[in-house]
């Protein structure tokens, strides 16, 4: 695996661009999607330098769903929302845009996602709710 270390998201971790963060600890980094397919939507990644999730370990990759499991529990107490839908994707095959191994956190009901990384969001919605889950969190 040749991971970039100039993607997006390498560049977020180290605080080189900024972003709208709601969790972080030793292993993992929670934020919003500045381009939402719905309200709330969440990114979960992992400190760990992988592209896909076949580049993770198995002990990272607990860390990291662990931290999923914690920011879609604050999602669901924050916004109300009764679903939350989990979206991984591998590979520019699948429609990877981020060669850094993410989750997608987005609390609405699968037929009513917006485009996938496809309008940019209001900021100042985002950071609202960006403040509103962190509380939880
Ligand atoms: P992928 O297509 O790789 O599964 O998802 C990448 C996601 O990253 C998309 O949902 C897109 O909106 C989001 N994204 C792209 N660039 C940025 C950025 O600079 N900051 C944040 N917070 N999200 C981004």
């Given at each position: 695996m040749s991971y970039d270390n100039d993607n997006i998201f390498a560049k977020i971790l180290r605080d080189e661009i900024p972003s709208f963060k709601v969790y972080e600890?030793?292993?993992t980094?929670?934020?919003m999607d500045i381009m939402p397919q719905a309200d709330g939507h969440t990114l979960v990644i992992p400190k760990f330098q992988a592209e896909t999730?076949?580049?993770?370990p198995a002990d990272e990759l607990t860390h990291?769903?662990?931290?999923?499991?914690?920011?879609m529990s604050a999602l669901k107490s924050t916004l109300g929302v009764e679903g939350v839908v989990l979206l991984q994707l591998n590979g520019t095959a699948a429609?990877?845009?981020v060669p850094h191994l993410h989750f997608?956190?987005?609390?609405?009901?699968?037929t009513k996602l917006s485009g996938h990384g496809a309008a940019m969001g209001?900021?100042?919605?985002?950071?609202?709710?960006?403040?509103?889950?962190?509380?939880?969190?």
């Open positions: 600890d030793d292993y980094l929670a934020f999730l076949l580049d993770i990291t769903m662990t931290t999923v499991q914690k920011v429609g990877q845009t997608h956190l987005i609390p609405e009901h699968l209001d900021m100042e919605k985002i950071k609202a709710l960006a403040e509103k889950i962190s509380e939880a969190l």
